[in-house]
């Protein structure tokens, strides 16, 4: 018997990973190590990873493509092992960042930077295909689902660059239209409301009002940037948003909790010609007042993060232009992933944003 399982991956072709066996059964056990098995794949040894919002609710059962069975993580940095013949811009010994999106390239959805529904990847990682959450992944697409890790960049940093950045940065942001002297709120100062709060600044808005119900994440919305924080616990979000902006309400507000209250925040605050900007994971339909909206001139958006927007925040991290570090919160190993996963699904009451797992 070996005392250790977890050393043991190194002869027997095993190695430890989280894997999901069905609603509340996540399980740290011994797995298959995964091998090359098309020629565009990569198999990437796992230096560091996180655990998303979005593997809770897998967890709870609301994520219905994926199996029990399946690894989970979709996000994460590391070494490459190997690479299928195909793949020529990555060699074994390469540092990677891993997008939480797989992209073929070449598809109609990929030539128009819908990585997110590319027709052979798009959010398959940790949910149709085996994730980040061990010791050894396989990357389909490699050359286009990895990015190389810049000289000098903090690999901490570097893991919020995987998924919230990017999908702070992309649905909330862009989608939400920011723009300088502009007006935003954002509903949610978890660590996507908090990715957004961050990336908004690089557009210079006038005011962004963060909206939570947790005091304690108020605070740090504070310090990363809010100029007025609400707490929604007394249910007069709306009335407090109106107040500070005179009545007009927001140019942009973003959603970034996903359940029918929080949108409906964000429907009530938008001000005429603004953007509701949609982030949030939403498992429940919402109700939408268009006999008070119809003539308001405002958008509503959606988006599943395509990860267009990586390169350029991979340029803004590397010049010290944002500083993701501000979301990790917790360090464990991955042997602890399990009391990673409980601090984490414990935030209001562990203060939990980002967790890094070192594999
Ligand atoms: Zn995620
Ligand atoms: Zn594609």
Redesign the pocket.
Known sequence: MNAHPQFAQSTQANMMALVYHGPGEPAFETHAKPEITAPTDAIVKIVKTTICGTDLHILKGDVATCAPGRILGHEGVGVIEAVGAAVTTFKSGDRVLISCIT?????P??RRQLYSH????GWILGNQIDGTQAEFVRIPYAETSLYPVVEGVDEEALVMLSDILPTGFECGVLNGKVQPGGTVAIVGSGPVGLAALLTAQFYTPAEIIMIDLDGKRLEIATRFGATAVVNSADGHAVDAVMALTQGRGVDTAIEAVGIPATFEICENIVAPGGVVANIGVHGHPVSLSLERLWDRNIAITTRLVDTVSTPMLLNSLKAKRIDPKLLITHHFKLADILKAYDTFGHAAETGALKVIIEA
């Open positions: 992209s073929c390239g070449k598809c959805a990929c590319c027709e052979n990847g």
